[in-house]
């Protein structure tokens, strides 16, 4: 059985910094491209970011890009993100998921597994 654990997320100041973690089991984990996505309340859930499935290529929302860091363990079977500068704007559940793929495609309809999600709320 898949699955993806979230961790790490909370209630942060602005301009705080905050580390989630993404633990996968049950899947090649290796073979996966992975993902960070984001709903914020009223909101449709968005791209963050995503890596490839060596981790040499990221790939960032506009929105993000220079703040938040992905990154991945294959050993561990975790993909990371770190996020600095956070913004009231940042708040929201953030999910981690996962596409086993050739190639670096990060879509909402099309990863194959999500987990449940973290709250991150970043207060003004």
């Known amino acids: 059985q898949v699955q993806l654990v979230e961790s790490g997320g909370g209630l942060v100041q602005a301009g705080g910094s905050l580390r989630l973690s993404c633990a996968a089991s049950?899947?090649?984990?290796?073979?996966?491209?992975m993902g960070w996505f984001r709903q914020a309340p009223g909101k449709v859930r968005e791209f963050v970011t995503g890596?490839?499935?060596?981790?040499?290529?990221?790939y960032y929302a506009d929105s993000v890009k220079g703040r938040f860091t992905i990154s991945r363990d294959n050993a561990k079977n975790t993909v990371y993100l770190q996020m600095n500068s956070l913004k009231p704007e940042d708040t929201a559940v953030y999910y981690c998921?996962?596409?086993?793929?050739?190639?670096?495609?990060?879509?909402?309809?099309?990863?194959?597994?999500w987990g449940k999600g973290i709250l991150v709320t970043v207060s003004s």
């Open positions: 998921a996962g596409k086993y793929s050739d190639y670096d495609i990060f879509t909402v309809y099309g990863m194959d597994y």
């Open positions: 049950g899947l090649p984990f290796s073979r996966y491209v």
């Open positions: 890596i490839s499935r060596s981790g040499g290529r990221t």
